[in-house]
């Protein structure tokens, strides 16, 4: 190119730039363009007989700093994982002079690391400051399930003139004239009781931590929380009977040769043990029926799914209890206890089903 030529070329750019021509795309000096999108970038070429995909809106989750408080709710949560899993190693009860564990077998060692396990790997997000309200919402939740559990393993430590007799600890049928604590008693009564500390943290954390989506679960949520509500419900009325109970007798009576039918006193349920228990059993109803109705409404949407995943470990939990015990030669499986392993796995497809929504492709404007 001779020099007489480079001057002109170089006039007429500045005065595209001045005049605010934008020179076309895939010339040498083309500024990049800043902003596009997979779906918006790609355009068909004319005369190609293709068509521009329409535009399309993903999921998206804007978190901001992540508080202290937030931080410690996550530590007081792998606290309390840790302590449960510890809480399985030593005796648990020993009761009329025979040790007993937490959780006997692969079922009942399976109930009792739900709750634990789901709480330690929140809670190391948590700490890491990985979606702070899914890890806030989970503590809540799980803190207030807690304190009815709390009282009734209060209750179970306990001994008293009432108690006297037969009960299900640790998924066995076991006479419980004589109770006294062991080290796994104490650690679990120590890993309720952070879960509850780990929910009054994550009360005052939620107002100060920023953590918001677009939106795309608001239309759907006032059905979940009537399902979850419908779910609520039959889980309290699973819990009003045992999971495992007595088999009946059959009895011939010796004059008359006639077959009387005869019920055994079976275990006792939730809400017809005394004192703590009693308590601890209306308080854990109360609290599933309350965080059923507020899970599906918190915001955004990974708040909810932590909501639904703290109620889903618990009601499981209590729901292979109930097999474990009804695999003793005594008992069997009644069904308020299957009943109660169906609302455990509806509870986990709830959450999951919250967990998968996406927001539908944008029609063309």
């Not at 006297?164 to 080290?183: F, H, K, M, N, P």
Request: hydrophobic share 50%; glycine share 14%.
């Amino acid at each position: 190119m001779s020099a007489r030529q480079r001057p002109a070329r170089e006039t007429g750019t500045a005065a595209a730039r001045r005049s605010g021509a934008r020179p076309a795309a895939g010339r040498r000096g083309e500024p990049p363009v800043r902003g596009r999108t997979a779906a918006t970038s790609r355009t068909s070429r004319p005369g190609s007989g293709r068509r521009a995909p329409e535009p399309t809106v993903g999921y998206s989750v804007v978190v901001g700093t992540t508080p202290l408080a937030a931080r410690i709710t996550g530590g007081l949560l792998v606290l309390a994982g840790l302590l449960g899993v510890a809480a399985l190693v030593p005796t648990y009860l020993v009761l009329t002079g025979r040790p007993v564990g937490l959780a006997d077998g692969p079922v009942g060692v399976l109930a009792a690391l739900l709750v634990p396990l789901t709480s330690l790997a929140v809670g190391a997000s948590l700490v890491a400051g990985r979606l702070p309200k899914f890890g806030l919402a989970h503590a809540g939740v799980a803190g207030a399930l807690a304190l009815g559990s709390l009282l009734i393993e209060l209750h179970n430590g306990s001994q008293s003139v009432q108690r006297a007799g037969r009960e299900v600890l640790g998924g066995q049928w076991l006479l419980t004239t004589s109770v006294d604590r062991g080290a796994g008693w104490w650690l679990n009564v120590a890993s309720l009781g952070c879960l509850v500390l780990a929910a009054v943290c994550a009360v005052a954390a939620w107002g100060r931590t920023v953590m918001e989506d677009d939106g795309a679960l608001d239309p759907a949520r006032p059905g979940l929380a009537g399902l979850a509500v419908l779910l609520g419900a039959g889980t309290v009325l699973c819990l009003a009977q045992p999971a495992a109970d007595l088999p009946e007798l059959l009895v011939t009576n010796p004059r008359t040769l006639e077959q009387i039918v005869v019920e055994q006193q079976g275990p006792q349920a939730l809400y017809e043990r005394p004192g703590w228990a009693l308590l601890g059993g209306l308080l854990l109803a109360g609290a599933l029926l309350l965080c059923s109705v507020l899970a599906p409404s918190l915001r955004p949407r990974l708040a909810a799914v932590g909501g639904l995943l703290a109620i889903t470990a618990v009601v499981l939990s209590a729901a292979l209890t109930g097999v474990r015990a009804a695999g003793t030669p005594e008992l069997e499986w009644s069904l308020p206890g299957a009943g109660l392993l169906v609302t455990g796995v509806a509870y986990a497809g709830l959450t999951l089903l919250v967990w998968r929504v996406r927001r539908r492709p944008v029609p063309p404007g």
